[in-house]
């Protein structure tokens, strides 16, 4: 019996189950959520490595700005060591024209123009038709991607309220006091500045002229002097009494007097009275520009009359007896004259006026070489509104001291510029061969200068 073949089943094929539509809109979530993170982790990405490149990029550009500035800086302190060589090199010339030997020659005045092939070779090479020099021939200049500036100004234009170098004791207080005093426009009768001092202080402080004086004083005189200093304006004279930290005690976050010289221009925010408002007016006018300043904690005392501003030298002279009751000292309108006077030689000629400090007193006695050759000019009837001074012999000698021709200490400010990164580099710098290291060091003056202060910014 034959067998028959067994049959064969053949599986029906399964139906493709069709998804729902909560199943299909899953899917479509997941889809845009990966794609939503892959975007995010891609734009975190491209953001951090921009980000970490600005920031490579700045902290380049600030690392050579600072540099360049440091080079401009170097740049002016040789310059000013030079200033010698030039002074002789132009001698036989200016006594020719002049019939004397020429003072100091103010070269850090022109600095940032003489320095310019350094600072901006660009720039340079584009003046070649008004200067006729061909910059892009010298060795040694390049372009170094950035450009400097620079503002260079002798110490001794300004008014030391430091402790005086060459006085001591009442002598050292008096003198600072009516420096500083005159600066305020104590002496003068109905003081454009007298509405400063009719008011409070933030601090719900009244604070005087007189009170700010002593301040100052009492902030750097002996440690063994405990009592405040007390300026008499009409005697002129200097005596103590009561304690100098009494008012400190009831600020909020009281302090003690220092009782030490000041180590730096700053430290003068810490005296009761010394407001934005005192700062901006007698300090520093303009926060920008370091020749608007007229005080200064380095100087030795005297004062330069070729290059201090004229409220600086009107105040200087109505620091001594005999000067402060004169007519320049006390009329307003008096010492409006005298700073036009000088305000408008010095922008027609950038250039020292006088020899010698005697040439300058007897300038403002009206006698000397410089007063008879202003007074031929045509303007010298508008110049010339302020009423000569006369100097009592008993401060002559004083005086004398009082005012030099020659500078030594300097601050120079460096501005390093790079793209949009700016780098400012401030210092005082101490030329004078004359300079004493401090005690049990082995320091020396260097060709370029030692420097007394550093900061940047």
Request: charged share 20%; aromatic share 8%.
């Amino acid at each position: 019996m034959m067998k028959q073949p067994a049959k064969s089943f053949r599986r029906a094929p399964l139906k493709k189950r069709r998804p729902s539509r909560r199943e299909q809109g899953v899917a479509l979530v997941m889809v845009l959520t990966v794609v939503a993170v892959i975007t995010m982790f891609v734009s975190e990405m491209t953001q951090n490595t921009t980000t970490s490149f600005q920031v490579a990029v700045s902290e380049r550009d600030q690392l050579k700005a600072e540099y360049i500035a440091k080079s401009g800086l170097n740049l002016t302190r040789l310059l000013i060591a030079k200033e010698p060589q030039i002074r002789m090199a132009i001698s036989p010339i200016y006594q020719m024209l002049a019939g004397h030997r020429p003072p100091q020659i103010n070269v850090w005045r022109f600095a940032d123009s003489i320095l310019a092939p350094f600072a901006n070779l660009q720039a340079a090479k584009q003046s070649m038709p008004t200067t006729g020099i061909d910059f892009s021939q010298m060795r040694g200049l390049t372009d170094t991607g950035g450009t400097f500036e620079i503002t260079t100004q002798p110490e001794n234009t300004m008014l030391n309220l430091n402790d005086p170098l060459f006085l001591s004791g009442n002598d050292a207080a008096r003198s600072v006091a009516m420096q500083l005093y005159a600066l305020m426009g104590g002496f003068q009768t109905n003081s454009p500045f007298d509405s400063m001092f009719n008011t409070l202080d933030p601090d719900g402080q009244a604070t005087t002229r007189l009170d700010i004086v002593s301040d100052v004083v009492d902030w750097w005189d002996s440690a063994l002097n405990e009592q405040r200093t007390i300026f008499d304006p009409g005697s002129l004279q200097v005596t103590s009494a009561g304690g100098e930290d009494d008012i400190y005690s009831r600020f909020t976050d009281p302090y003690r007097v220092k009782n030490a010289p000041f180590d730096s221009l700053e430290e003068l925010r810490m005296i009761r009275g010394v407001s934005d408002d005192f700062w901006a007016t007698f300090v520093q006018t303009d926060p920008e520009d370091p020749r608007t300043r007229r005080v200064t904690v380095y100087g030795s005392g005297a004062v330069n009359p070729n290059e201090a501003r004229p409220e600086v030298l009107l105040a200087r002279l109505c620091s001594y007896s005999g000067i402060s009751i004169q007519p320049l000292c006390q009329e307003p309108a008096q010492a409006m004259a005298f700073t036009v006077l000088f305000s408008t030689v010095r922008m027609l000629m950038p250039i020292s006026l006088f020899e010698t400090g005697d040439a300058f007193l007897q300038f403002m006695q009206g006698k000397g070489e410089m007063y008879s050759m202003l007074a031929a000019f045509p303007m010298a009837k508008t110049l010339l509104q302020w009423q000569p001074i006369t100097i009592p012999a008993d401060v002559a000698p004083q005086m004398g001291k009082a005012f030099i021709t020659s500078a030594a200490i300097f601050s120079i400010q460096s501005i390093g510029r790079v793209g949009h990164t700016t780098v400012r580099m401030n210092s005082v710098v101490n030329f004078d061969p004359g300079w004493q290291p401090p005690q049990m060091t082995t320091a020396k003056m260097s060709g370029l200068g030692i420097f007394i202060h550093y900061r940047l910014d």
